[in-house]
């Protein structure tokens, strides 16, 4: 027996304890090399803040140009052809499912807005055909 370090009753050791059993109830996590999802959310979460701050204005200026054209597009729709408002939205172009309509009929106006960001109104000005508001 050529122990280096032997342990037992020869020695005057006592031997180190057993682990305690796994409980089959709660079985024991590994420790994560990359500290778990928090991190990358995070970092996500402050790239798309990023991203959107830097587009904010470029996407307030295409809501205020939808909401204006919509106006003017669903007055003269709504006053000059006479149509419902409800058909005067196929008239729009692809890419604007955001903007409503909305309307006034006792000043005959026409509102289109963009939730949140933009709305612009068009007036019905007799022989003039619909006229865009100034901003409001």
Partial sequence: MNNINPTGPTTGETPAPA???????HPAKKPSRSGGCLPWAIGL???????????????????????????????SCRYVQGRSLESCQSDFEPGMEMVSLGEDPATKTVTGSVPLLASRSARYAGESGCLLRPDN
């Fill in 19 to 25: 682990p305690p059993p796994a409980n089959p109830q």
């Fill in 45 to 75: 979460s402050v790239l798309l803040a990023i991203f959107a701050i830097w587009k904010f204005p470029s996407f307030k200026a295409q809501a205020e140009l939808g909401s204006a054209y919509a106006a003017r597009v669903g007055c």
